[in-house]
């Protein structure tokens, strides 16, 4: 800090001299504050800042509890997915076996169906013949 006089043209001026007892006055007061609040700090700023270093360890603990509560849930929905996933996935297998199985026995059935089929064709082909002939027989008597 400095106490500058009034500059040589005002060292008469009694307005200037009043400005440089004022400015000094301004910076005697400033530091008189900075004195007090250095008096304060060293007796209370110990105590302020433990508090809020408390008051910071806590905030941390507790966001640090829940980040591993969030965790744990994201892990367990995880887990939960999977399980469900994995059972989707038997459960669709199952459903795939029935399936083919089904296909299979339907294509099994039509063919005896078609093959059914051939054989009443053939039997009435044969009931056919038989008719004419027992018509023929009759038209013989």
Known sequence: YELP??????KNDITAW??????SM????????????????????TNAWKVYNGNLAFMIEMAQKELHKFRKQIQDLNWQR?????????KLR????NWVSLVSKNYEI??????LENEVGQLRQQQGDGD??????????
Not at 18 to 23: A, G, L, R, S, T
């Open 94 to 97: 199952e459903l795939e076996s």
């Open 110 to 115: 039509e063919r005896a169906i078609v093959q």
């Open 132 to 141: 004419e002939n027992k018509e023929n027989i009759r038209q013989d008597f």
């Open 5 to 10: 006089a009034p500059s040589s043209g005002q």
């Open 26 to 45: 301004a910076q005697l007061e400033h530091q008189a504050v900075r004195i007090e609040n250095l008096e304060l700090m060293s007796q209370y700023g």
């Open 82 to 90: 999977k399980n469900d996933q994995l059972a989707a996935g038997a």
């Open 18 to 23: 009043q400005e440089c007892v004022n400015n």
